[in-house]
């Protein structure tokens, strides 16, 4: 590999200039003047070859982000709910982002087929496996809460049937005796 562009040899404090200056629109010839002013040594021709780069980037990142939306969609809308699937589409946006980075060298390569297939396979088989997880930790849930219920209806079955008539009980009176009868200390 050849040695590096003097605009990647930029301190990282200009090279942030120089990006927030392609972003905001401004030329080369403006970029140009203006780094050469804070002492760099830049040419138009440099600066114009790393925008075309930066450029190729942009689109690499902008295909990943359509790569992953795409397998998302292939996968169903379930896999891809809660903060699992929002830490999920992360994953495989910053996974397909650096696959076409590292492409970036070769930007005529065609991409991998079967490497994406992969990605996407171990993703939806992540997917899965967290839906699985959720779908379990539900259902433990909902048990639970019907045992204590069940467990509530016989405290307050017992505490009516010790209190007989509770028509001299406060509803304070009457939610005590409940509680003793529900955590066992009547």
Not at 45 to 57: F, I, P
Request: aromatic letters at 2%; zero cysteines; proline letters at 2%.
């Amino acid at each position: 590999m050849g040695r590096a562009s003097k605009i990647r040899r930029l301190p990282e404090a200009l090279r942030e200039q120089l990006h927030a200056m392609l972003d905001a629109g401004h030329t080369l010839d403006e970029i140009t003047e203006h780094l050469k002013a804070l002492g760099a040594d830049v040419s138009r021709s440099g600066l114009g070859r790393y925008k075309q780069r930066v450029d190729k980037v942009a689109a690499r990142l902008r295909e990943s982000r359509n790569m992953a939306e795409a397998i998302m969609e292939r996968m169903g809308a379930e896999a891809a709910t809660g903060k699992s699937g929002d830490a999920l589409i992360q994953m495989l946006t910053t996974l397909t982002t650096d696959y076409m980075l590292r492409r970036l060298d070769d930007p005529e390569a065609v991409p991998e087929v079967e490497e994406l297939r992969g990605l996407a396979r171990a993703v939806k088989e992540r997917a899965q496996a967290a839906r699985a997880t959720q779908d379990y930790m539900t259902r433990v849930r909902e048990d639970a809460r019907r045992e204590e219920e069940r467990r509530m209806r016989e405290a307050v079955e017992q505490a009516a049937g010790q209190a007989g008539d509770a028509g001299d009980m406060s509803a304070a009176e009457v939610f005590e005796r409940i509680r003793a009868v529900y955590r066992g200390e009547a």
